[in-house]
DNA sequence: AGTCGCCACGAAG
DNA sequence: CTTCGTGGCGACT
């Protein structure tokens, strides 16, 4: 599998996000000199070595989930929340507590 | 080589 | 809610 040096740039930094903690795409994509958050998003979509690089730690900018295994909706968001959880990220309708932010 | 269009986003209207 | 800017990249020529 090919892996452009963009990826290479997102992986590297989503894989220090800590357990527990979360960043967003457009905190990536700043991070990374990237105007556009969408473009990690597109990254992040085809996450080559998961869970090595944890990409459900990384969410929309608004701290509502954003997208896990391709969707933006369904039962992956639902395994995405539940990962989330069961890290101690704590959610307050629909949103992740401000508190988590990496 | 160039073009086109898609997208797990985000801000603005 | 909608629309628009955005930039990386796959698909195609």
Same mark, same amino acid.
């Given at each position: 599998m090919r892996v452009t040096p963009f990826q290479q740039r997102v992986? =590297? #930094?989503v894989a220090r996000i800590p357990r527990g903690r979360v960043a967003t795409y +457009?905190?990536?994509a700043d991070r990374l000199g990237c105007g556009s958050a969408r473009a990690v998003g597109q990254a992040l979509k085809r996450?080559? @070595?998961a869970p090595r690089v944890p990409c459900h730690r990384v969410v929309s900018s608004d701290l509502t989930l954003g997208g896990f295994q !391709? /969707?933006?909706s369904g039962a992956a968001i +639902?395994? /995405? #929340?539940?990962? #989330? %959880? !069961?890290? !101690?990220? +704590? @959610?307050?309708k629909g949103r #992740? =507590? %401000?508190?988590c932010r990496y």
């Open positions: 992986y =590297d #930094l +457009r905190d990536i996450n080559p @070595f !391709g /969707k933006i +639902r395994r /995405k #929340l539940r990962l #989330l %959880e !069961g890290e !101690g990220i +704590r @959610f307050t #992740l =507590d %401000e508190s």
